[in-house]
């Protein structure tokens, strides 16, 4: 069965710090690897990483992906109490878009 | 305007009781989903659409059915509805399911309570 497993699950940091947010897969038909932000409501789309080391990069937010050791880490700098929310990860898989998320970490920036 | 919109935002009612979620997108989109996510936050999918076609079929209770009239809408039917219903219900879309290189656009979410 398709896994993808995220860490930390929480992470409490202040205004300013930088975090970095950890997601390993065990997929079958691995197509792509996508991030997403969820604040109270729909998850929205970051990136979507479908080669290794190639950085994609949003303003303070960035992120790669390592196909061969099957992991990715999404990076945010200077954070503002605004990127508060819950990180998902999730694996594109298979044929049709067989989409596995991750448990979230959830990252509460403190003032 | 609203790009995947879900009907209603909160619904609450009494175990057996059948209900239906309405999604419809205006992205456009050949492809849509159905998700629960639970109080743990985790998103687990349930069905997927193409084109009007079932294409993912999760292990999911009978009692889900999932009704997709045109490729603009995907329709959620839930009898018999018990405690362990009670989650958020997501609708998604995305363009080319065949590719597995498109992300997804999520509704706002239903909150289904079970009392």
């Known amino acids: 069965e398709d896994k993808v497993v995220q860490s930390p699950l929480s992470l409490v940091v202040h205004e300013g710090d930088t975090v970095t947010l950890n997601c390993s897969y065990e997929?079958?038909?691995?197509?792509?690897l996508l991030w997403y932000k969820q604040e109270k409501k729909a998850p929205t789309f970051l990136f979507m990483l479908t080669s290794s080391g190639i950085e994609k990069k949003s303003g303070r937010l960035s992120s790669i992906l390592d196909k061969k050791e099957l992991f990715s880490i999404l990076n945010i700098t200077a954070t503002q109490t605004g990127d508060s929310a819950v990180y998902l990860c999730?694996?594109?898989?298979?044929?049709?878009?067989?989409?596995?998320f991750g448990t979230g970490t959830k990252l509460q920036v403190i003032p | 305007d609203t790009a995947v919109s879900q009907t209603p935002k909160y619904l609450v009612t009494q175990m057996g009781n059948d209900k239906s979620i309405k999604c419809e997108q205006n992205?456009?989109?050949?492809?849509m989903y159905w998700y629960k996510q639970d109080s743990k936050k985790f998103l687990k999918i349930m069905f997927s659409?193409?084109?009007?076609?079932?294409?993912i079929n999760e292990t999911v209770p009978n009692r889900f059915s999932p009704k997709s009239p045109d490729k603009a809408h995907l329709n959620l039917h839930i009898n018999s509805l018990e405690l362990g219903d009670s989650a958020v219900y997501f609708c998604?879309?995305?363009?080319?399911?065949?590719?597995?290189?498109?992300?997804?656009?999520f509704g706002d979410g239903t909150r289904l309570s079970i009392l």
């Open positions: 992205l456009g989109h050949d492809t």
């Open positions: 997929v079958t038909n691995f197509r792509s």
């Open positions: 999730a694996t594109n898989s298979g044929g049709y878009q067989k989409v596995t």
């Open positions: 998604a879309s995305s363009q080319g399911a065949g590719t597995g290189n498109q992300p997804q656009h």
């Open positions: 659409y193409n084109n009007k076609e079932l294409i």
